[in-house]
């Protein structure tokens, strides 16, 4: 099928080749799996090799296999034509609810994605599963907390270096509610649950290094070396939740450039700010946690090493539950870019919204629709929530010390 190129406004069509440039690294007009699966990678998606040939058959109309600029524009129109991504919500639907005939639908549609996964399976038939809430009671939480124990003791010792190092340093640090913050984010799967604590030091340690990685969370201690990093607002706790409960985080990669910045350091903030929020907030825990995003106007100034590894960190590492992923005001080549991750998101896909509109009034009736008011929207996202960052830090610092 030919693309009709004129039915295209210029401004999409440009952000199509600009992000198909950016896979197209030796410029040849073509996107093989090596290129694509490595500018994956550079934004902080890792994909089997499977899954990354699976995406080049689903474009390649020619089978030669690699992907040309018509296919590409292609892949992206059936993208945007897949139907529109919902947010987590705190509910789900038990099986005699379930609408077979759309279920089958909805699964059909998925199983033509390339990293389809039980969850995502799932996903489909009954829901977003970020939306889903574990009822508790302390006989689950202790089964699961030595469940938790047992997971870890079977892990091998390879894959829980830095996990070991904690315990050895700061014994009391690991305890039941340092555990059960990773059970509540794999919906208390222990085995789930211990392989994300061990990651969650692994990340630690190789941002903070050996001297800080194992030290409190605080400005005179794991931060001391990156007070005047943490005074740019680029990651944002903004002290309000949404409609569902979930715990409203702010990301600012709009207001700064970014490359100016070690991305460690970044990171560092970035980790002390979500951290703090999560080790004293329950309803954030279980509920889950909103991440709004402002993206950059240009890539130019975007880092792709702050959001590979943070955004690693957050999948895969960090004891949290992603409920919804929402950028704000996203210029046409992050909305192409938006597409491409969401065919090989698998589950995550559900969870990430893209809020546009042609004015700020239409963005902000997307987002009061999906829950978030303008007063629960940032002042620099077009909302009028004001964040100041100086009393921020002022007001953690004094909790610090007391």
């Known amino acids: 099928m030919a693309v009709d190129y004129d039915s295209i406004p210029e401004e999409e069509l440009q952000a199509m080749k600009d992000c198909f440039a950016l896979f197209d690294t030796n410029k040849d007009g073509m996107?093989?799996?090596?290129?694509?699966?490595?500018?994956?990678?550079?934004?902080?998606?890792?994909?089997?090799?499977?899954?990354?040939?699976?995406?080049?058959?689903?474009?390649?109309?020619?089978?030669?296999?690699?992907?040309?600029?018509?296919?590409?524009?292609?892949?992206?129109?059936?993208?945007?034509?897949?139907g529109?991504?919902?947010?987590?919500?705190?509910?789900?639907?038990?099986?005699?609810?379930?609408?077979?005939?759309q279920a089958e639908k909805e699964l059909r549609k998925r199983l033509n994605r390339p990293n389809l996964t039980r969850d995502d399976i799932n996903a489909s038939i009954y829901g977003n599963l970020s939306g889903v809430r574990v009822s508790e009671t302390p006989e689950l939480i202790s089964s699961k907390i030595r469940m938790f124990d047992e997971e870890i003791s079977q892990i091998k010792e390879g894959k829980k270096k830095?996990?070991?190092?904690?315990?050895?340093?700061?014994?009391?640090?690991?305890?039941?509610?340092?555990?059960?913050?990773?059970?509540?984010?794999?919906?208390?799967?222990s085995k789930k649950a211990a392989a994300?604590?061990?990651?969650?030091?692994?990340?630690?340690?190789?941002?903070?290094?050996?001297?800080?990685?194992?030290?409190?969370?605080?400005?005179?201690?794991?931060?001391?070396?990156?007070?005047?990093?943490?005074?740019v607002p680029f990651f944002s706790d903004t002290g309000v939740k949404d409609a569902y409960g979930q715990h409203i985080m702010f990301l600012d990669l709009r207001s700064n450039d970014m490359t100016k910045f070690e991305y460690r350091a970044v990171c560092r903030c970035a980790t002390y700010v979500l951290w703090n929020r999560l080790e004293k907030d329950e309803e954030a825990q279980t509920n889950?946690?909103?991440?709004?995003?402002?993206?950059?106007?240009?890539?130019?100034?975007?880092?792709?090493?702050?959001?590979?590894?943070?955004?690693?960190?957050?999948?895969?590492?960090?004891?949290?539950?992603?409920?919804?992923?929402?950028?704000?005001?996203?210029?046409?080549?992050?909305?192409?870019?938006?597409?491409?991750?969401?065919?090989?998101?698998g589950e995550l896909s559900t969870r990430l919204k893209i809020f546009a509109g042609k004015s700020n009034e239409e963005v902000l009736a997307k987002l009061k629709a999906a829950g978030v008011d303008k007063?629960?929207?940032?002042?620099?996202?077009?909302?009028?929530?004001?964040?100041?960052?100086?009393?921020?830090?002022?007001?953690?610092?004094?909790?610090?010390?007391?």
């Open 31 to 82: 996107i093989d799996a090596e290129e694509l699966q490595a500018g994956f990678e550079e934004f902080g998606q890792k994909r089997r090799r499977s899954s990354i040939i699976r995406m080049i058959d689903q474009a390649d109309k020619d089978d030669n296999q690699k992907v040309d600029f018509e296919e590409f524009v292609l892949l992206m129109k059936e993208a945007e034509m897949d």
């Open 84 to 101: 529109t991504v919902e947010r987590a919500m705190a509910t789900t639907k038990s099986p005699e609810e379930v609408d077979a005939e």
């Open 196 to 231: 994300r604590c061990c990651r969650h030091w692994d990340f630690l340690l190789e941002m903070f290094g050996p001297e800080k990685a194992f030290l409190p969370m605080t400005q005179e201690g794991a931060l001391r070396d990156d007070l005047e990093i943490l005074k």
């Open 288 to 345: 889950g946690v909103v991440v709004q995003g402002l993206p950059p106007l240009s890539p130019r100034t975007w880092n792709a090493k702050i959001s590979r590894h943070m955004f690693l960190y957050v999948r895969y590492g960090a004891p949290m539950r992603l409920a919804s992923g929402q950028a704000l005001h996203p210029p046409k080549l992050i909305s192409i870019m938006f597409r491409v991750g969401r065919i090989l998101a």
């Open 375 to 402: 007063d629960k929207v940032p002042e620099v996202a077009g909302g009028t929530l004001v964040l100041d960052r100086k009393k921020y830090i002022r007001e953690m610092l004094v909790a610090e010390q007391e």
């Open 162 to 189: 830095a996990f070991l190092i904690a315990m050895e340093k700061n014994p009391d640090k690991i305890d039941d509610k340092h555990k059960l913050m990773f059970l509540r984010a794999e919906l208390f799967n």
